[in-house]
């Protein structure tokens, strides 16, 4: 079945770090994949996507690219910001029809001033 | 256009008792997806639900778990008899149809039963 694997966390950086978090996907076929925010007490919120092979989904200066040779979509930021700090999930949606997202288990992230 | 709405924010049940656990899509969509987040896990996927319609079921436990998405009305998550390990967040996402729709997902619903 379908699976994601994701970065052990948590992730501390400083301001203005690069970073890059790592996420790799089990499927069949094409699934789409994308990354998910998780700020304190909130409900997820879609931060990019990328729905075919050598896509690269970019938001808030976060950016992913669809590696179908890796199978990887890692997650990266030029330079961070406190207010980056949260829980970060990669998923995937499988491309055979069936809605559900899978996800990773999920990376959290603190910057620090 | 309002959100995802879900209710209550946070439940508690004691052992045995039932959790109704809500969640309101946003306007316009008529797909709901119900999620679960145990401690320190991913989300995993528990049933998808067209109105009057379950679509995909498969991530369900096979007791004492049960959801509806009436005609009229919020989408209705229901735990019979909840146990320890039904501790969790609950999250329900909308999309307004299903194949390729982005979900917008509600805040969650953390249910503790003591």
Redesign the interface.
């Known amino acids: 079945g379908n699976s994601?694997t994701?970065m052990e966390g948590p992730v501390t950086l400083s301001e203005e770090a690069f970073l890059t978090i790592n996420c790799t996907y089990t499927a069949t076929g094409y699934p789409?994949l994308f990354w998910?925010v998780q700020y304190p007490?909130?409900?997820?919120?879609?931060l990019l996507?990328a729905t075919k092979a050598d896509d690269k989904g970019s938001n808030k200066g976060f950016e992913a690219t669809y590696r179908k040779e890796t199978t990887s979509f890692h997650l990266e930021k030029g330079s961070v910001q406190v207010s980056d700090s949260a829980v970060y999930?990669c998923a995937l949606r499988s491309s055979f029809?069936?809605?559900?997202?899978?996800?990773?288990?999920?990376t959290r992230l603190t910057i620090i001033p | 256009n309002a959100g995802v709405m879900q209710n209550p924010r946070h439940l508690v049940r004691r052992r045995g008792q039932e959790a109704r656990l809500r969640c309101s899509p946003m306007k316009g969509h008529s797909h709901v997806y119900w999620y679960r987040q145990l401690p320190e896990e991913g989300l995993k996927f528990m049933v998808y639900l067209q109105k009057e319609n379950i679509i995909d079921e498969s991530g369900m436990p096979k007791e004492r778990f049960s959801a509806e998405f009436p005609k009229e009305g919020p989408s209705i998550l229901r735990i019979q008899q909840v146990v320890r390990g039904d501790s969790a967040a609950y999250f329900c996402a909308s999309s307004p149809r299903g194949s390729g729709y982005e979900q917008y997902f509600g805040p969650g619903t953390r249910l503790t039963v003591t």
């Not at chain 1, 007490?41 to 879609?46: M, N, R, S, T, V």
């Open positions: 994601v994701q789409s998910y007490g909130e409900g997820l919120q879609l996507k999930f029809g069936n809605e559900k997202l899978t996800f990773g288990t999920g």
